[in-house]
């Protein structure tokens, strides 16, 4: 063989393994990306469940005497802000993650306010449908921590893929850009101050 052909033969054998090199990368990148967008949907699946149910327990609360409206109002305000905040699971950017998880944080805030004022109101917690919704709660935010951990967890392993090499060339070439992860709410890392002289 000439040197020419054995030179053209090797530039086509190189041409050849980075094109199957790249569709399996791009491939690979896609299915991670269906990943994020599926692990997304679930968390707004489980969001949306806790939305679902502020509606009666703010009815049931409404129903006791002397209520604080102030309390029922932070909560509809805060249900209605979180419920306005749209992410689209095909740019889950680290400031839509921080978006939505501000406005979720706020409703969590208001919630708690509610709880809290709950407990001076005996003929509510006496009440059944009260404790039924409030267990729903309870369970709704132990699923919604289970689903931003295994979201952050396929997220991690999506974003870790694509800035490895030789993928960080196709993921630059194809625009998959990282995703966000959810983080610790502001104040988590303080532990709360426990008074018993109170």
């Not at 003929?123 to 919704?133: D, M, R, S």
């Not at 709660?137 to 974003?159: H, M, P, S, W």
Request: positive net charge.
């Amino acid at each position: 063989m000439k040197k020419g052909t054995i030179i053209l033969l090797g530039v086509a054998a190189l041409f050849l393994l980075l094109i199957f090199n790249g569709c399996g990368s791009y491939n690979n990148m896609v299915t991670k990306q269906e990943a994020t967008s599926s692990a997304w949907a679930q968390v707004e699946n489980v969001y949306q469940r806790r939305l679902d149910l502020i509606p009666n327990l703010v009815n049931t609360v409404k129903g006791v005497a002397n209520f604080e409206q102030k309390t029922l109002t932070d909560v509809i305000n805060a249900r209605a802000s979180a419920s306005s905040i749209k992410v689209d699971a095909s740019k889950l950017s680290p400031d839509q993650i921080q978006k939505f998880q501000a406005s979720q944080g706020e409703l969590s805030q208001a919630l708690g306010r509610l709880m809290v004022v709950a407990e001076q109101y005996p003929q509510l917690k006496a009440t059944q449908n009260f404790l039924e919704l409030q267990s729903q709660l309870e369970g709704t935010e132990n699923r919604i921590a289970v689903e931003r951990q295994k979201f952050n967890e396929i997220v991690k392993d999506y974003n870790t893929y694509i800035r490895k090499f030789p993928q960080v060339i196709y993921s630059g070439m194809f625009g998959f850009d990282k995703k966000g992860y959810f983080e610790a709410d502001k104040g988590a890392e303080k532990a709360p101050t426990v008074d018993f002289e109170k």
